[in-house]
């Protein structure tokens, strides 16, 4: 039977560039799965009132959660060898908050 998965899209789009000289680009879509439900992560960092701004913890729930399942589903890769230990140590240290 196959592992279910939590599935979402993001759209990344440009309001404005700090550069002027600078490309715009159109709108990104990217369709992924989390095994982690990410509004109930982002709803409890915002609970846990780790930052000031809002939307600081918006960012920093959805960054960490797309960067440690990459991480997870690639975790035989060279480049994540010395980063595993550390984001299992971050992720207890950031649940016991």
């Keep these: ?3 279910r998965t939590n599935k979402y ?3 990344l789009e440009e309001i404005s ?3 002027e000289e600078d ?3 159109a709108p990104l ?3 992924f799965d989390n095994h982690d439900n990410i509004f109930n992560i982002i709803n409890a960092i915002k609970n846990k009132n780790i930052f000031e701004n809002e939307n600081h ?3 920093f729930a959805i960054g960490l959660k797309m960067f440690s ?3 997870l589903k690639n975790k035989d890769l060279e480049l994540f060898k010395e980063v595993q230990p550390a984001i299992g140590e971050f992720m207890k240290k950031l649940k016991s908050k």
């Design 69 to 71: 399942e990459v991480v």
């Design 9 to 11: 899209k993001l759209i």
């Design 29 to 31: 879509t990217l369709e």
């Design 17 to 19: 560039l700090a550069r």
């Design 23 to 25: 490309n715009s680009n």
């Design 57 to 59: 913890s918006i960012e």
């Design 1 to 3: 039977m196959a592992k």
